[in-house]
């Protein structure tokens, strides 16, 4: 059994962090000593090490309470977890499209600007904001 300090260094996440992962759902202590302190089975390692890595794959902490709920599920399948996934990759590649979008735009006020002493009255890319 870990208690919260155990667990974070083993996880390489602070205690806040678990802690906020508790609140959201998301971890959950096995049991409590007789102090009163938070204890986590091993299996708790594993479940963080899951929500990292989901993290790093742009899924939100609700999408991956999501996952983590079909992997409770004993009538989900491969399947479903593939359908949140290309969903998922649907809204980054959509994102990414509008930072891009984004970047274009910010490079043409960019080179639109003079970059010189001028007033700000006379700045292109505050004028161009305005429009």
Same mark, same amino acid.
């Given at each position: 059994?870990?208690?919260?300090?155990?667990?974070?260094?083993?996880?390489?996440?602070? +205690?806040?962090?678990?802690?906020?992962? @508790?609140?959201?759902? &998301? *971890?959950?202590?096995?049991?409590? !000593? %007789? =102090?009163?302190?938070?204890?986590?089975?091993?299996?708790?390692?594993?479940?963080?090490?899951?929500?990292?890595?989901?993290? +790093?794959?742009?899924?939100?902490?609700? @999408?991956?309470?999501? &996952? *983590?709920?079909?992997?409770?599920? !004993? %009538? =989900?399948?491969?399947?479903?977890?593939?359908?949140?996934?290309?969903?998922?990759?649907?809204?980054?590649?959509?994102?990414?499209?509008?930072?891009?979008?984004?970047?274009?735009?910010?490079?043409? *006020?960019?080179?639109?600007?003079? !970059?010189?002493?001028?007033?700000?009255?006379?700045?292109?890319?505050?004028?161009?904001?305005?429009?």
């Amino acid at each position: 059994m870990f208690t919260i300090g155990k667990l974070s260094k083993a996880s390489g996440l602070s +205690r806040d962090c678990l802690r906020y992962y @508790e609140r959201e759902g &998301l *971890l959950s202590p096995s049991e409590k !000593n %007789s =102090a009163g302190y938070r204890l986590y089975d091993p299996s708790a390692v594993e479940r963080l090490h899951f929500i990292k890595h989901a993290k +790093r794959c742009g899924f939100t902490l609700t @999408e991956i309470n999501q &996952l *983590l709920a079909l992997t409770a599920n !004993n %009538s =989900a399948c491969c399947n479903d977890i593939n359908h949140v996934a290309r969903e998922k990759k649907i809204k980054l590649d959509e994102k990414i499209k509008d930072l891009q979008q984004m970047s274009a735009i910010l490079g043409q *006020l960019i080179d639109s600007c003079s !970059n010189d002493q001028s007033s700000l009255d006379h700045c292109q890319i505050l004028n161009r904001l305005k429009e």
